[in-house]
C-alpha cells in the first residue's frame, strides 16, 4: 500500500513541473522596454504614431480673435491745476547724435532722482538739411554738405510748479555744447510729428477711398 502511494506521489510531482515548465515557456516575459533593449538597438515604440492622444485644447472653449489696437492712439493730455503743471516735453536737438543721446538719459535719470514722473521718452525722426554753395564763376548752385539734426523728447507728467525752476536750472547748467533745449506744453500736434509723413502711400488710399 505504501509502495502504490509512493509511485502516486512520484507521477503528481511530475506532472506539476512539466505543467509549470510548459506555462513558464508559453507565458511572454514582461520586461520594462529600457531595461530590455540593448545600447545600439531603438526602442520599437518610438515612431509609433499617437493618433491625437493627449490633445486637449478642443476640450477649451471657443474664444473671439482678439483685435489689434490702433498704434497711433494718443494718450490723455493732462492739463495744468495751481501747483502742478500738465504734460510738458523736454526736447533736446543737436547734430553729433552720441551727445543728443547721452544729454536725453541724462535728464530721464535727473527726473528719477528727483521724483518727477516721466510719462515716455522717445526719439523724432532726423531731419537732413543741405548745405547749398554757389559757384564762383555762373549762378549754379552744389550740395557742399547735409546736416543732420537728431531729437530727443523726455515727456514728463505732473512737474511740481515749485520744482520746475530748480529742474529747469539744473538742466541749463548742464547742457553741452552743440545741443538745443526746449521746454513746451505737449500738444496732438506733438504726437503726429513722431511719425514720417508717407504722400504716396496717403495718395493711393485717398483713390481707394474714392
Not at 521746454?183 to 509723413?197: I, L, Y
Amino acid at each position: 500500500m505504501n509502495h502504490m502511494f509512493r509511485k502516486l506521489s512520484v507521477t503528481v510531482t511530475q506532472q506539476a513541473s512539466a505543467l509549470n515548465q510548459s506555462l513558464c515557456r508559453s507565458a511572454p516575459s514582461i520586461q520594462h522596454p529600457a531595461w530590455c533593449c540593448a545600447p545600439g538597438n531603438e526602442r520599437q515604440y518610438k515612431g509609433t504614431p499617437t493618433h491625437g492622444i493627449g490633445r486637449w485644447k478642443y476640450l477649451l472653449p471657443k474664444q473671439a480673435p482678439k483685435k489689434k489696437k490702433d498704434r497711433n492712439q494718443t494718450k490723455q493730455i493732462l492739463s495744468a491745476t495751481d501747483t502742478a503743471h500738465g504734460t510738458l516735453n523736454v526736447k533736446v536737438s543737436g547734430y553729433d547724435m552720441t551727445v543728443v543721446e547721452h544729454y536725453s538719459q541724462y535728464i530721464h535719470n535727473l527726473c528719477n532722482r528727483l521724483g518727477i514722473d516721466v510719462a515716455e521718452s522717445y526719439a523724432l525722426p532726423t531731419k537732413s538739411t543741405e548745405v547749398m554753395l554757389v559757384q564762383d564763376q555762373g549762378n549754379k548752385t552744389y550740395v557742399d554738405a547735409v546736416l543732420k539734426t537728431h531729437q530727443r523728447v523726455v515727456q514728463l507728467s505732473s512737474l511740481n510748479a515749485s520744482l520746475c525752476p530748480v529742474f529747469v536750472d539744473v538742466l541749463l547748467k548742464n547742457q553741452p555744447e552743440g545741443v538745443q533745449l526746449s521746454v513746451k506744453e505737449h500738444t496732438e500736434a506733438d504726437f503726429q510729428a513722431r511719425f514720417k509723413a508717407r504722400p504716396e502711400l496717403e495718395g493711393l488710399l485717398a483713390q481707394i477711398s474714392q
